[in-house]
């Protein structure tokens, strides 16, 4: 009952933040910009915005004053290296980029909804698997969360295989201080590309809005602590959770990104997203205590936002057409 009476506290006062700054702020805005007809799309997009201002705290507040009470490394010159970084986690944590991906590709999906309706096709919707199970939202959520984990595990490893895709995807990996702000470090494109998917997926799942979201929090926050500085064993839980150890591993020169000893060739291991079942069940698990640099070999971007993503689009262009100075 106390826990009931926490989590309806907690519901209500985000409700009351949520519609004192639509009413005082936004809904005037709207009004003055003639946007009224967006109105209801603003005011559900508006979680994104306050569920991201509550990751942004979490970052500050936890994981980068844990990074300094338990560093797996001694980090040099990280505020110049990450400044980007803090870019890109408000970018994609205030709901500035699935705003914008909202309104670029809502109408493919309102269409793939309809194509999907009219060809009857059965969503796998886990709540009627077993009504009195699956129907309870923590157990669905979980459910989801899962299978939704194995489809990011998927197109992760894919990111790896194609190489005008790597060129992308090194962005990502190129950052050598790594900290809470580095999992949002990407290249547009393949931000959309990953967008799409998981959208799809979850479209196809029949994972409702309201858990969509809170899908997305959550796999975002668990990868920012994944991505810290921090060294921390988990003990028997490194099975169940990809710990920072884990994923740095993934981050690591000539492990992370290379075919076991045949160094340049694309392969890697732990590309598991949230859990490390898949990279156990397929062989791609690798467990260590020890704490490797990161980054690519022979391979190196500019600190500019801009100046990284064209770099990694001339990269993958590159790839796809050889000929192209």
Known sequence: MEFNSVTSFISAAYASVQE??????????????????????????????????????????????????????????????????????????????????????????????????????????????????????????????????????????????????????????????????????NHIVDDILHAAVFSLFALLFGVSPGQFILLVVLSQLIQSWQHSNIKVHLGLFQYLLVSPLFHRMHHAVGYGHEAKGKPGVLGGCNFGVLFPWWDMLLKTAIFSKEVHPTGVRDLSFSHQIFVQQWQSLKHAVRVLFPNYK
């Not at 559900?44 to 797996?72: H, S, T, Y």
């Not at 870019?87 to 493919?108: A, D, E, K, N, Q």
């Not at 157990?139 to 005008?164: G, P």
């Open 20 to 185: 004192f700054l639509y009413a005082h702020l936004v809904e005037p805005m709207l009004y003055q910009f003639n946007l009224m007809p967006w109105a209801e799309d603003v005011f559900d997009g508006m979680d994104w915005f306050l569920l991201g201002c509550i990751q942004i705290f979490l970052i500050v507040i936890v994981l980068r004053n844990w990074e300094k009470l338990a560093p797996a490394e001694v980090q040099e010159n990280v505020g110049k290296s990450s400044k980007a970084d803090i870019f890109y986690t408000l970018f994609h944590r205030l709901g500035i980029f699935h705003g914008i991906f909202f309104i670029v590709l809502s109408g493919f999906f309102f269409q793939m909804d309809a194509l999907l309706h009219d060809f009857r096709f059965s969503r796998l919707n886990v709540e009627s698997w077993y009504p009195p199970l699956t129907a309870i939202p923590l157990i669905s959520f979980c459910i989801y969360l899962v299978l939704l984990d194995f489809v990011e595990y998927l197109y992760h490893r894919a990111s790896h295989l194609f190489n005008w895709w790597w060129q992308l995807h090194a962005l990502h990996h190129s950052q050598t201080v790594m900290t809470a702000w580095s999992d949002d470090r």
